[in-house]
């Protein structure tokens, strides 16, 4: 999976724009259709919500590296579970400082009539600047849960691990990209995320393999 720079380029330039565009225009809409329709669509969400818990992949690339390092010696698979380790938990760790740092109230805010949408420091606009930093660190930190929607941590995961087995195995892309986005609209099922949370997701989990793949290529692609 190599893109040129031009297509490059034109994924994160898009992709961007659709987050704009879907803040401003589609999240709201949307998420008010889901939390109408919870008793349909939530529980479904919930479950299917399990394919982006990072905790399954890495507990898979642990026990890859273990094998392929002590058991079953083989340098390739080794690296390759490596990959897969690196990717989640760099993807993950981004992924949660840029959900604290950012701010964003989750759905959840707009139930029962609630108004809640946006971000955490734009929701007093008689604080100074200053004041609604201390705002959205005392939020934060008192219950973050409630303000760390964008970007989403799920679609993070289950997009790092779609561009993880799209890197190493691009043949049967047919069924890497159905179980994905399966994943991505379960987050919007359950009424955890809003649309432009998981195209956040999108580009994060991408670009963060991509950078690990930069700094890997070369031992997960040598045969030994």
């Known amino acids: 999976m190599i893109f040129s720079k031009l297509q490059f380029t034109l994924f994160i330039t898009i992709t961007l724009l659709l987050i704009v565009l879907s803040y401003f225009f589609i999240d709201k809409s949307v998420s008010l259709y889901f939390i109408e329709h919870a008793d349909t669509y ?37 690296q390759r579970f490596l990959f897969l380790f690196y990717a989640n938990l760099f993807s993950g760790l981004i992924s949660v400082i840029s959900k604290m740092l950012i701010g964003r109230l989750r759905p959840w805010k707009l139930e029962n009539g609630g108004d809640g949408f946006g971000f955490l420091i734009a929701q007093n606009p008689d604080f100074t600047f200053i004041e609604n930093l201390n705002y959205q660190l005392s939020m934060t930190l008192q219950d973050s849960t409630h303000y760390t929607s964008f970007p989403s941590g799920h679609t993070t995961t289950s997009v790092t691990v779609f561009t ?3 890197i190493l195995f691009p043949k049967q892309y047919y069924i890497w990209l159905p179980i994905t986005l399966v994943a991505l609209a379960a987050r919007i099922l359950a009424n955890d995320h809003f649309i432009s949370d998981v195209l956040a997701g999108v580009l994060l989990g991408t670009l963060s393999t991509l950078f690990i793949y930069s700094k890997m290529k070369e031992k997960i692609e040598k045969i030994y």
Do not use: V
């Open 42 to 78: 939530k529980a479904l969400g919930k479950e299917l919500s399990r394919l982006g818990e990072s905790h399954w992949y890495i507990a898979i690339a642990l026990i890859g590296i273990i094998y392929y390092k002590f058991i079953k010696t083989n340098e390739l698979y080794k």
């Open 164 to 166: 993880f087995m799209m």
